[in-house]
């Protein structure tokens, strides 16, 4: 079963780069403060 490797190896990577996009944005919008949260 290679594909069901293939997805889960895939799944791992989309929820790590989930999060790292997630604290980025966090990151981002506490330096930034309200005014720019929407100019992405």
């Not at 980025?24 to 506490?30: I, V, Y």
């Amino acid at each position: 079963m290679v594909a069901r490797e293939a997805v889960d190896a895939l799944i791992d990577y989309l929820e790590k780069v989930a999060k790292g996009v997630t604290n980025k944005a966090l990151e981002m919008t506490r330096h930034a403060g309200r005014k720019k949260i929407f100019s992405v």
